[in-house]
């Protein structure tokens, strides 16, 4: 899997389709995408039933994940969505403030304490199988859930580290 940084991308859904990768820095084939920026989705909203209910996500900035696969089932994109949460969690309980928070996967996300640290969406398109995962670094104001974001318990420094771990488990 090729791991792309894009740099700063603020993220409304739109990121989320094939070829993602191919059309920011011309890879193809099973790609991750990351990049940093704020979170601002309700028109292009994937889950139905969020879509449905009128919700929305919003975040002042979180480290986004966009991950493609060809040819994938959905079966498969949801075993790839549940493994890179878990290896999230896996990394993020090597902080101690995080042991005493307390962190758990809940469906596909991962909630520190009572908050929600991350969102996730597994689907597909005609050719790929696709992944968003968002992970707060700064809530800030008009989030529709109770959050919490990386900010309140790392700091910058052991938080790039984090993601250092994460490469090191997909390269």
């Not at 968002?134 to 790392?154: D, K, R, Y």
Request: glycine share 8%; charged share 25%; hydrophobic share 45%.
């Amino acid at each position: 899997m090729k791991a792309i940084d894009l740099g700063r991308i603020d993220y409304d859904g739109s990121q989320l389709h094939h070829a993602f990768a191919y059309e920011q820095a011309n890879k193809l084939g099973a790609t991750i995408c990351y990049f940093r920026g704020n979170a601002n989705v309700k028109e292009h909203l994937v889950d139905l039933e969020d879509s449905l209910a009128d919700d929305f996500i919003k975040s002042e900035e979180m480290w986004h994940f966009i991950i493609e696969i060809p040819k994938a089932t959905i079966t498969e994109m949801v075993v790839w969505q549940r493994l890179f949460i878990s290896m999230c969690i896996d990394n993020l309980r090597a902080f101690e403030a995080v042991l005493e928070l307390g962190i758990t996967r809940e469906g596909d996300d991962i909630m520190v304490g009572d908050r929600k640290l991350s969102v996730s969406i597994a689907t597909l398109s005609r050719f790929s199988g696709l992944i968003h995962v968002g992970i707060n670094i700064n809530v800030g104001e008009g989030c529709p859930v109770e959050a919490i974001g990386l900010n309140e318990f790392i700091k910058e420094k052991d938080a790039l580290q984090y993601l250092v771990e994460i490469w090191r488990w997909l390269l």
